[in-house]
């Protein structure tokens, strides 16, 4: 035999037998990604490898269940109805009440839902200390009702003034 040849057979080993090692790993990686129920007493890689097509097909099929579950809960909940249908106009009033102020909102649902959260800011950067928030759903939308108290001073607070500010913060129903 000639070296030629020689050093062809040596390549073509250490080539197959990198080839065997990356495959090892990959089979490996692949096996560690399985759950057991699907790799337990296997030992050949063709049994890690239907294993795994198996572990996808109950996947796949645990999406599709998951995603219909999904789209019936939607429709016993009227989510889809209510975000499609015009919702409730938004509109916001402010009373008076035992040392503090009634601020009742009623808004849709959606793109132009209330954030919660800016009224209330709102409210304790103009001096009220909110004591009690119910939100009620309706048809459309929410009717929130907040209760607050004037921290310091009752008359640092104007009714008519707390209006216009929850106008601009609530969001038209345009």
Do not use: W
């Amino acid at each position: 035999m000639s070296k030629d040849s020689e050093k062809k057979k040596m390549m073509h080993r250490d080539t197959e037998r990198q080839r065997r090692q990356e495959m090892a790993a990959l089979c490996a990686s692949l096996r560690s990604l399985l759950p057991l129920e699907y790799i337990k007493g296997k030992r050949a890689v063709s049994e890690h490898v239907d294993g795994a097509v198996n572990h996808i097909k109950d996947l796949q099929k645990r999406t599709e269940e998951l995603s219909v579950k999904r789209d019936e809960l939607k429709k016993l909940s009227g989510f889809e109805e209510a975000s499609s249908r015009n919702s409730l106009p938004t509109s916001s009033v402010v009373r008076p009440c035992f040392g503090g102020f009634e601020v009742m909102i009623s808004t849709g649902i959606g793109v132009q839902a209330l954030r919660l959260s800016r009224v209330l800011k709102l409210l304790l950067e103009e001096g009220l200390d909110v004591v009690n928030c119910i939100s009620t759903k309706v048809d459309g939308g929410f009717i929130h009702t907040i209760q607050s108290q004037v921290i310091n001073d009752l008359t640092s607070v104007d009714a008519y003034t707390l209006q216009q500010k929850l106008n601009e913060e609530v969001p038209s129903s345009s």
